[in-house]
Each structure stands twice: as structure tokens, then as C-alpha cells.
């Protein structure tokens, strides 16, 4: 895959301050993060076919870099919001692995105690706010925590990812149209994997790159190579710093790709294996991996032994999950939206 497009040129962004260059240890955390993900859709994706893990399952391979780059770059404080392909959100974002995978098999020890499922993971504590299945859903709830944010005081910004699909929603332009014209911290990020279900991206979006679409809210816009992850990160922090210090929205295209269907349920009839096998010669993991050895940060040997520990993660993660109760019938009418209930963070009184 060709590198991304440098900023788009109506993009007012922010080139004053510069990414930190990164320890060596934070290199190899970036690459344990995507290993880590690899391995737990790997298992998801075991659960689903026999039978264990239950209604629907997107899953994330081959567009790591891009949750794992971009949410490297906040503060711990900072707000997510994503789509129904979560998984890899609530864990770059440091939620729990055993905690995830519970909540695909519907288990009371789940992130959503087992009522969310795949789509709708959710992590208040590590300022992850889901998990939506409506398409393009998410996008005016995320302009809603980045107006919190603001209108709080808060030096936070909020990082909302939607597909390529998504980008055509009517209410993600709306969301856009008032972050432009209040000037939100907010960066949307458009996870490009050319594909919306079964069809290509030449068949659903007119116009490109997506970042055009920003021009008609004059608001700044870059594009990153999702495969990269330094690029991921070097891009994001640019919409980030220009968010935190000016408050100003960023749209953000991701080019990347996905290696399996849609959902777990997809039997990918519309793209060749041989577009499959091509691309996957450009894995994000696989690049970065190669990357880490030539600067000489780490060791096969080192890099083998995080990829196998990763595995012994998610398979603890799925035992985990398989051992846990069922949540118990009465939890049907817990956690059901009250005043009382608000998130804390967002109360006035709340800094
Ligand atoms: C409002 C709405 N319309 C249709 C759907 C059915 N649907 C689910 S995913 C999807 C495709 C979205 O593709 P994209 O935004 O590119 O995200 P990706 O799955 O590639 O991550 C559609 C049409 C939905 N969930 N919500
Ligand atoms: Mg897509």
C-alpha cells in the first residue's frame, strides 16, 4: 500500500510542538499492544466458531497500528468513543483482556457485565465511553464528550473513530458542522479499511481523499498510514496538540485494511484472496517488528517471547471467560441510565 497522503492543504494544523521521541521500552510496548490484540481477536474468533461467543463479532486484524498509535498519544484523561469494532479501543485504551473477553461470552464478570457483547464494550475508569452498533452513532455522542470537556474547563480532548462507511452519515456531518463552529478538542478518525460490509469504498464514498470533506467546515484535516505506526502517532499527536492548545476539531483519515470479514458472519464473497494475501505482506505488526530489530531496540528471541506471552494472555483471558457466571436474570434491570447515575467527570463540580 502506497503511503498515505502528507496533511491535506486546508488543514490548519498544529506544527509547533513535536512528538517526544520514545524509550526504547515504550517501542516495545506499542509492539506488545498489537500483539496482544492479535492474539485476543485470534481467540474471539475461536469462541465465535465453536459456538461460545454469541450474536455478532467484528474483528480488528490488520488495523492495529491504528488504535494502538493514536490512543499512545493522549493522557491517561482523554476520551474514546468508537464504533462496534471496539475490542482493540478498550484494550489499547488499558482495559482489562480477561474483563473483554468475558464480555463477548455474555459473562457478569464482562466490561458491561456481560449485557454489551462485542459491540459494546465500555471502561468509564479509562475514560472509554463504547462500543455503538449504530453506524456513524457515536460520532454526535463523542462531539457531546468533547463539548463536556470544554465547556468544563477540562485541558482534555476526545479521540472518535467511525469507519469509511460512516463518514456518509447525515449525523456525522451535523456533529462536524457544530466542533467546527464551537471549536471543540475533539479529533474524528475515519479507520479507512476500504471496505463498508461487502462494499468497496469506489462503490459507497464519492470524493478523495475523505479528508475533503473537513474543507466544507473549514476544519483542519490530515491523513496517516494506518499500516505505520509511527505515522499513526506522529499524525494524531499533530490533531491532538492542535486540539489541546487551541481547541480546535481535526477530521482524520486512517488508511488501513482488515484480513478477515466484516463480522465473524461474513463469508467475503466481494474481495479476492489474492487482495487479502497481498495485503497482508504489508502487516502493521510485522512492519513495525522489522522496524524495532534494524534500530536494534530489541531481539527476535525478545519480540518471540512477548508474541507467545501475549498468547498465554488471551488463552487466560478466554478460560477466564469460559469459567465465569452468567449474569443472574435480576441484572436485567441494573444499570439502567438514572440522574444519579451520571459519569462523575462530567458533573460541574467535577475538574
Ligand atoms: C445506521 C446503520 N445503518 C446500517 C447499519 C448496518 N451496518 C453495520 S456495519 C455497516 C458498515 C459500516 O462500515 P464502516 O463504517 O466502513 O466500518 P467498518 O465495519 O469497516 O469498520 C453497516 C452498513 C448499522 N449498523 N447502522
Ligand atoms: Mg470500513
Not at 534494524?294 to 477466564?320: C, G, H, P, R, V
Request: net charge negative.
Amino acid at each position: 500500500m502506497p503511503a498515505a497522503d502528507p496533511a491535506v492543504k486546508n488543514a490548519k494544523t498544529n506544527t509547533s510542538s513535536r512528538l517526544p521521541e520514545l524509550q526504547p521500552a515504550q517501542k516495545i510496548e506499542l509492539f506488545r499492544q498489537m500483539v496482544q490484540i492479535r492474539h485476543f481477536e485470534e481467540k474471539a474468533k475461536q469462541g465465535f466458531l465453536s459456538g461460545k461467543i454469541k450474536g455478532f463479532c467484528h474483528l480488528y486484524n490488520g488495523q492495529e497500528a491504528v488504535a494502538v498509535g493514536s490512543i499512545s498519544v493522549l493522557n491517561e484523561d482523554d476520551a474514546v468513543i468508537t464504533a462496534y469494532r471496539d475490542h482493540a479501543h478498550a484494550l489499547a485504551r488499558g482495559s482489562d483482556a480477561n474483563a473483554c473477553m468475558a464480555e463477548l461470552f455474555g459473562k457478569i464478570t464482562g466490561c458491561s457485565r456481560g449485557k454489551g457483547g462485542s459491540m459494546h464494550f465500555f471502561d468509564v475508569k479509562k475514560h472509554f465511553y463504547g462500543g455503538h452498533g449504530i453506524v456513524g452513532g457515536q460520532i454526535p455522542l463523542g462531539t457531546g464528550l468533547a463539548y463536556a470537556q470544554k465547556y468544563l474547563g477540562t485541558n482534555r480532548v476526545t479521540l472518535a473513530y467511525m469507519g469509511d462507511g460512516a463518514i456518509n452519515q447525515g449525523a456525522v456531518h451535523e456533529a462536524m458542522n457544530l466542533a467546527a463552529l464551537w471549536k471543540l478538542p475533539i479529533i474524528y478518525i475515519i479507520e479507512n479499511n476500504e471496505y463498508s460490509m461487502g462494499t468497496s469504498i469506489a462503490r459507497s464514498s464519492a470524493g478523495d481523499p475523505l479528508t475533503k470533506r473537513a474543507g466544507a467546515f473549514d476544519m483542519a484535516a490530515i491523513q496517516a498510514n494506518g499500516m505505520d505506526i509511527d505515522d499513526v502517532r506522529a499524525k494524531t499527536f499533530e490533531a491532538v496538540s492542535l486540539a489541546r492548545t487551541e481547541s480546535q476539531p481535526t477530521l482524520m483519515e486512517i488508511k488501513t485494511y482488515r484480513y478477515l470479514g466484516h463480522s465473524m458472519s461474513d463469508p467475503g464473497t466481494y474481495r479476492s484472496k489474492d487482495e487479502i494475501e497481498t495485503r497482508r505482506k504489508n502487516d502493521p505488526i510485522e512492519i513495525y517488528k522489522a522496524r524495532l530489530l534494524e534500530q536494534k531496540i530489541a531481539t527476535e528471541e525478545s519480540l518471540n517471547a512477548i508474541d507467545e506471552e501475549a498468547l498465554a494472555q488471551a488463552q487466560a483471558a478466554y478460560d477466564f471467560a469460559e469459567a465465569s457466571p452468567e449474569p443472574e436474570l435480576e441484572t436485567v434491570y441494573e444499570d439502567i441510565w438514572t440522574p444519579e447515575d451520571q459519569i462523575p467527570e462530567f458533573q460541574p463540580n467535577h475538574r
